[in-house]
């Protein structure tokens, strides 16, 4: 469906299409509500220069 400046302001979509969207939207929230640990990945990369004089030198390029 669109207004009179032809912009979409609504979509239709078949009932049975709606309830899968649905079943699909629960899905993922539910995968979202997880803990994320970002603690399994503390000291997995080796820095070689401090990141605050890092950002500064190419802040400066």
């Known amino acids: 469906m669109t207004d009179e400046a032809m912009c979409p302001v609504a979509v239709l979509i078949d009932y049975q299409d709606w ?9 993922y929230q539910s995968q979202q509500k997880q803990e994320f640990n970002l603690n399994q990945y503390a000291g997995v990369i080796q820095l070689t220069q401090d990141p605050l004089e890092y950002q500064q030198q190419i802040r400066d390029e």
């Open 19 to 27: 309830q899968q969207i649905e079943k699909i939207l629960v899905a």
